[in-house]
């Protein structure tokens, strides 16, 4: 080759920009690629026998430390930045680098952290999520994949989905429509998920469905990610949807959980009510928002006394987290009191944007608001209602900064000795008031709690400490527990056992502080708590499909969550391929294939080598726990076993094609234990060349026109082998 180097094999230097070329990849796994796997990745951790074992002596400096050092380093780097938004980046590049250490990090320091990963650090990081981008961390539907959505939920290289967290970005946290850069919300939350409720990554999809924006500074904005137009409404926004939720359904199944995330209210409301009833779907504006907040009010009533039904509750705010709030604080009034449910709602009255909700309004409110609409004089402002109602508990969820005024706070401190202040709009600068606000302006007497956190606070000689009523309290659990019950619908009792679990999580030492939610540093508890109570609530309604049912539902909650822990990915030493024999008596099987390419021992155990026909299936010794598949068109890969538990109790796993024979594995899975020999096996071919198993293990591999071959196998009676 002229001036030397490796040639061109498939002329991609030779190539020009108008000539198509095929990006062609090695499925050959390297050191390398393991590097920049995020979910293998460990960095420095790796031993000296791992960087040999897998060829990555040499690609990493000589110093090897542990997963508690990286983790203080990271730390004490995430310290030194003084910009929110700079360390936001850095745990996601983390996050892209080393799934394990970012989850390990995350879990360990959650009430430093969590502010950075989410509200209100990942406000910030939305409204710049074009400038911020690096690389795509989920899935991206637009109008341009309408009648190709099952294709693009292909894409995704994970088939194992138990979680999808989907936005349409048009109302994300207070900040309003950010279209295609609301991608940061499903992030955040599915982070959550894992580090807070245990669900593993891998089963965790972010989703954001693109039709475009009405942010004028977006459409403008030359760094923008997403689609230039206006957003679309009506029948063309609807079948977008309901072919993405049917193609979730289509490729994941019934029991993946699907949470709707900062929709609009006038769809937040309708896509729950349309899917509640034939998919698993859960709003974490509407039910989670709810949950989290009829948790707090059960645990402040343990500090005023009195129990739900005793209160007057007022909203400021009537979207979709008002009134799922006041519906589920009905919903559980009713449940203790037998009282309906719409006797329960004259307790709860809501003031929107043209003031308070009365029956005169009735005609011109949306359906959401028009339960809570009472017979009352018409009031037009905030002040006004809280002189006339004199509500015991002050709830907001408006969106609007500084409207609890000082005015307000002093009246409801007037006609109560300790009223319950939540102000829980997001971001920060959204709140209705401050921590300080509210316990300044009502003389240290009010319970507070607050949607974004807010530092501790000196009055009089006393701290106050300000309770979150941050979401993240119940949605990982309430994920976990669905997940590990196999339910296949949401249901509000199963809400409800949510918050109860929560609140009762809170104790005395809390309640001194003035803190009515427990703190962060045992939300992995917390989350199995709620898990369990979730689960069996799902179990005593029959949603449940994951039978039988558990006995101790916690401690099954706490075994299925995930840990960050480093894995050895060490392979046990000098471990030499079983001969014929003892593969039989051990249990071990394989199929018989036509003049099938040797096989070498190594250190590394098995190595499997190219096949020159046909395909077979080999199951390795069982203190190795893997199993490996050889075919003449791709070198062996180890494949995980399908319970961690016992990897022995199912057998041979999932054949690869090969000349389009295609080995029909769930029939397999479910006929066949590797401890107990082959009982009835079938195989199913496509191509006219098949191979067939008589009794006895006798081979033939003449040619025949496609069938469903029967084979039987008894363990006890060597087969013929090539």
């Keep these: ?59 990493l400096p000589p110093a090897i430390v542990s997963q508690e050092h990286q983790e203080k380093k990271i730390m004490h780097n995430l310290r030194s930045y003084t910009v929110p938004l700079h360390r936001y980046v850095a745990m996601m590049d983390l996050q892209e680098r080393n799934e394990r250490l970012f989850y390990k990090l995350l879990i360990d320091n959650v009430e430093e952290l969590l502010p950075v990963v989410y509200t209100p650090v990942v406000g910030e990081a939305c409204q710049k999520y074009g400038s911020i981008y690096r690389r795509p ?31 349409d970005g048009e109302r994300i946290l207070g900040l309003g429509d950010l279209g295609c850069q609301g991608m940061g919300i499903p992030v955040g939350k599915l982070s959550l998920y894992t580090a807070l409720g245990g669900v593993r990554p891998s089963a965790c999809l972010p989703i954001t469905i693109d039709v475009g924006t009405n942010n004028e500074t977006l459409l403008n904005d030359e760094y923008y990610i997403g689609l230039r137009q206006r957003r679309a409404t009506g029948e063309e926004y609807h079948e977008l949807l309901q072919e993405f939720m049917n193609a979730v359904k289509q490729n994941y199944g019934e029991k993946v959980l699907v949470q709707f995330e900062d929709f609009a209210n006038h769809n937040a409301f309708d896509l ?36 739900l039904v005793d209160q007057t509750y007022l909203f400021l705010g009537a979207g979709e987290a008002g009134t799922g709030i006041a519906e589920l604080i009905a919903l559980e009034m009713s449940k203790h009191t037998e009282l309906p449910v719409d006797d ?66 002093e009246a409801m401190a007037s006609f109560n000795e300790k009223p319950v202040i939540f102000s829980l ?58 997940v590990i019950s196999g339910a296949i619908r949401v249901h509000d009792d199963m809400l409800l056992a949510a918050s109860e679990a929560l609140a009762e999580e809170a104790t005395q030492e809390n309640f001194d502080k003035g803190l009515i939610f ?64 003892a593969r039989w008596n ?10 099938l390419g040797r096989y070498k021992e190594g250190e590394h155990g098995v190595k499997l080598m190219r096949a020159r026909r046909w395909c077979e299936i080999v199951r390795v010794p069982k203190n190795l726990q893997e199993e490996f598949v050889a075919t003449s068109c791709r070198i062996g890969r180890p494949i995980q076993p399908p319970s961690a538990h016992d990897p022995n109790s199912r057998p041979l796993i999932r054949a690869l094609r090969f000349a389009r024979i295609v080995i029909d594995e769930q029939i397999i899975v479910n006929r066949v ?50």
């Design 344 to 409: 329960c709602r004259k307790k709860i009255w809501l003031v929107d944007s043209k003031g308070l909700l009365v029956e005169s309004r009735k005609e011109s409110l949306q359906h959401f608001k028009k339960p809570f609409a009472h017979e009352h004089e018409e009031l037009k402002t905030l002040l006004e209602a809280v002189q006339s109602i004199k509500p015991t508990v002050l709830i907001g969820t408006s969106g609007v900064g500084k409207t609890f005024t000082q005015e307000v706070i």
């Design 1 to 59: 080759m002229a001036g030397g180097g490796v040639e061109d094999v498939y002329g991609e230097d030779r190539a020009t920009e108008e000539q198509l070329i095929t990006p062609w990849s090695f499925s050959v796994a390297s050191g390398h690629q393991l590097l920049r796997d995020p979910r293998h990745n460990k960095g420095l951790a790796f031993t000296e026998a791992e960087r040999d074992a897998h060829y990555i002596r040499g690609l």
């Design 586 to 595: 051990s249990g071990i099987a394989r199929f018989p294939s036509a003049k």
């Design 518 to 581: 427990p703190p962060f540093t045992n939300i992995r508890k917390i989350s199995a708590s709620i898990a369990a109570k979730v689960a069996a609530k799902a179990y005593d309604l029959g949603l449940a499909s994951r039978l039988p049912r558990p006995d101790d539902l916690f401690k099954y909650a706490e075994s299925c969550m995930y840990t960050p822990l480093y894995r050895s990915y060490s392979i046990a030493q000098n471990l030499k391929y079983p001969t014929r024999q």
């Design 425 to 482: 709009s997001n971001p920060t600068s959204h709140s209705e008031c401050t921590a300080e606000e509210a316990y300044t302006w009502s003389k240290g007497t009010a319970v507070f709690a607050s949607g974004s956190p807010f530092d501790p606070v000196e009055y009089e000689g006393k701290t106050y400490v300000p309770g979150q009523s941050n979401n993240a309290y119940v949605f990982p659990g309430f994920g976990l527990g669905v």
């Design 673 to 722: 234990r590797t401890d107990k020999g082959f009982k009835e096996v079938h195989l199913k071919s496509v191509s006219k060349k098949v191979f067939d198993m008589w009794p006895r293990g006798h081979l033939d591999t003449s040619l025949q026109s496609p069938q469903e071959v029967e084979c039987q196998m008894d363990p006890d009676t060597s087969p013929t082998y090539l």
């Design 272 to 307: 729950l009510a349309k899917y509640s009833k034939s998919h698993l779907v859960f709003n974490d504006d509407i039910q989670g928002t709810a949950s989290v907040v009829l948790a707090g009010l059960l645990a402040a009533l343990k500090m005023i006394g009195g129990g």
């Design 137 to 167: 961390q989920g899935l991206y539907i637009s109008l341009k994949d309408k009648g190709k959505v099952l294709e693009v939920l292909k894409n995704w290289p994970e088939r194992s989905i138990q979680v999808i967290v989907v936005t």
